[in-house]
């Protein structure tokens, strides 16, 4: 049983939006931080949102006031609302259980699990 889906990718235009879901298993949702990374064709991950199970968001600067991440506790379910989307944007989006900074803010570019991914094209 799959412990992380996510949902919601597809096609738009550049300025476009799009959200993205991703359910998670309770054990994973109540343990960790959680976020989403990306990863576009021969680059490498690059983590783009996180919350923490008090609220606390923080941001690759890449998307600072375009994405915003928020979360239902009572669905176990995060949720990636993308704005102003451009084309390099396009990537698969994978939802992740993430680590912890010393600062207690959850980090970015540490993931303990993952799902399998939906895809974001944005076009020109």
């Known amino acids: 049983q799959a412990q992380l889906v996510e949902s919601g990718g597809g096609s738009v235009q550049a300025g476009g939006s799009l959200r993205l879901s991703c359910t998670a298993s309770?054990?994973?949702?109540?343990?960790?931080?959680m976020g989403w990374f990306r990863q576009a064709p021969g680059k490498e991950r690059e983590g783009v949102a996180a919350i923490d199970s008090a609220g606390r968001t923080n941001y690759a600067d890449s998307v600072k006031g375009r994405f915003t991440i928020s979360k239902d506790n009572a669905k176990n379910t995060l949720y990636l609302q993308m704005n102003s989307l451009s084309p390099e944007d396009t990537a698969m989006y994978h939802c992740a259980a993430l680590g912890r900074l010393g600062s207690g803010y959850c980090d970015l570019w540490v993931y303990h699990a993952w799902g399998q991914g939906t895809q974001v094209t944005v076009s020109s």
């Open positions: 309770v054990w994973i949702y109540s343990t960790y931080c």
